[in-house]
């Protein structure tokens, strides 16, 4: 089991690029999450699926949309980067919804100039 | 909110013990611990849930202490492996409500 997957690993944007952060998991999971890393805030919510059809923000949701695809596949769209966006994004799953051990990706380090 | 971590870093030479703290101004349904290495992912070391017993996993354990909101990270004859940032993560119900996470102790151990 590769457990989650995320792709890219790195990237660099330049401010006003699209792109779309792919995850996936091979757990059943019902669950999955979007996080953000910067230096000494540690992990922030951007948005969540509790269950496959269903989305809802979370900490920090501006400047971002999600798609959950299906039950395996959840991705993060920055429509119009910004600098402030530059952070490690991790992406997350659990059985169910927050009350379980989640499980990380390897996370996406984005920069945007 | 946001649970308050500290001490925010620690240093300690192998065998040495640590406590890292965790606590919040809202009542909480449960605690979770978590571990990053430099560079890689989180991973879950354990929860604690609001009437359970306190948890262990090898030589770190952790409580719960419901009246005072915190929890405690216990880390006990320290090795090198430990070093890394220890994330807790407070959940106030036992529904749908994000998990919010403080902002880490930096724990590194030297030979």
């Known amino acids: 089991n590769a457990g989650v997957t995320q792709t890219p690993k790195f990237q660099v944007l330049k401010t006003g690029q699209s792109m779309t952060l792919q995850c996936a998991q091979d757990m059943n999971h019902n669950s999955m999450y979007w996080y953000r890393q910067d230096p000494g805030m540690g992990l922030r919510l951007i948005y969540y699926s509790a269950s496959e059809g269903t989305t809802d923000k979370g900490e920090v949701p501006n400047g971002y949309n999600v798609s959950r695809l299906n039950k395996r596949e959840f991705s993060l769209r920055l429509e119009s980067a910004a600098p402030s966006q530059t952070s490690v994004y991790f992406c997350?799953?659990?059985?169910?919804?927050?009350?379980?051990?989640?499980?990380f990706g390897p996370g996406t380090r984005l920069t945007v100039t | 909110q946001q649970p308050v971590q500290s001490p925010q870093a620690v240093i300690l030479r192998e065998g040495e013990d640590a406590v890292i703290n965790c606590s919040s101004s809202?009542?909480?349904?449960?605690v979770h611990w978590y571990r990053q290495k430099h560079g890689e992912a989180p991973v879950f070391l354990m929860i604690?849930?609001?009437?359970?017993e306190q948890k262990g996993h090898d030589k770190i354990s952790a409580s719960f202490n419901e009246k005072k909101q915190q929890s405690s990270l216990y880390l006990t004859a320290s090795q090198l492996s430990y070093s890394g940032t220890y994330f807790c993560?407070?959940?106030?119900?036992?529904?749908?409500?994000?998990?919010?996470f403080g902002k880490g102790t930096r724990l590194s151990v030297i030979a």
């Open positions: 997350a799953s659990s059985e169910v919804p927050f009350s379980y051990e989640q499980y």
């Open positions: 993560g407070t959940l106030r119900n036992s529904g749908n409500t994000p998990l919010v």
């Open positions: 809202k009542a909480l349904y449960s």
């Open positions: 604690l849930l609001k009437g359970g």
